[in-house]
């Protein structure tokens, strides 16, 4: 059976709009099957159906439809200003036209307020692998001064064995040899 594209449009707008119903809610309700309706929803998410832009013979004209997850950074701080400056009612208009709601918004905001707040960009690759390198000398320095302080002490210790057992330093040192 054909259905009107009004009809396909009323139905995603149950199935996606305030209080949204399951498409299997859905299909018992009208007597449509599930899967058909399932179908219209995914071509709705690929093409928003917007009700509210009938042309004089009927038609409901299709627009090209963008998930809010989608958008680019700059296309959520272009709508977060605009928002800003309208009232509850063209809030509303403005968010359907757009295809949002009023969460997407908040969230958008947040984000943006977030990163003002840290700083600038966030920091590179570049820095933790120089971060990285940091701790390495650090921990190596660490080793060599431990090493040196342990050779100093062991020297110290010879020149108290020295004068303690009264060695002579004029004597010469035995050769390993033999000779």
Do not use: C
């Given at each position: ?66 998930r809010p997850k989608d ?109």
């Amino acid at each position: 059976m054909q259905y009107s594209n009004k009809f396909k449009a009323a139905m995603v707008q149950k199935m996606t709009g305030p209080g949204a119903v399951s498409a299997n809610a859905l299909a018992r309700e009208i007597g449509v099957s599930q899967s058909v309706l399932s179908r219209w929803l995914r071509l709705a998410s690929e093409q928003v159906v917007s009700a509210h832009q009938h042309n004089f013979q009927g038609a409901v004209s299709v627009i090209k439809a963008k998930r809010p997850k989608d958008w680019t950074p700059e296309e959520k701080y272009r709508v977060v200003i605009e928002a800003e400056s309208l009232s509850d009612e063209e809030l509303g208009a403005f968010l359907r036209k757009n295809g949002l709601y009023e969460a997407h918004l908040k969230e958008w905001r947040e984000q943006m307020l977030s990163a003002l707040t840290k700083g600038s960009a966030p920091k590179s690759s570049k820095g933790s692998t120089e971060q990285r390198q940091i701790r390495q000398l650090e921990k190596e320095l660490d080793r060599k001064d431990k090493a040196l302080a342990e050779t100093a002490a062991l020297l110290v210790l010879q020149k108290k064995a020295r004068i303690l057992f009264g060695a002579d330093e004029a004597e010469p040192t035995p050769k390993r040899n033999g000779k």
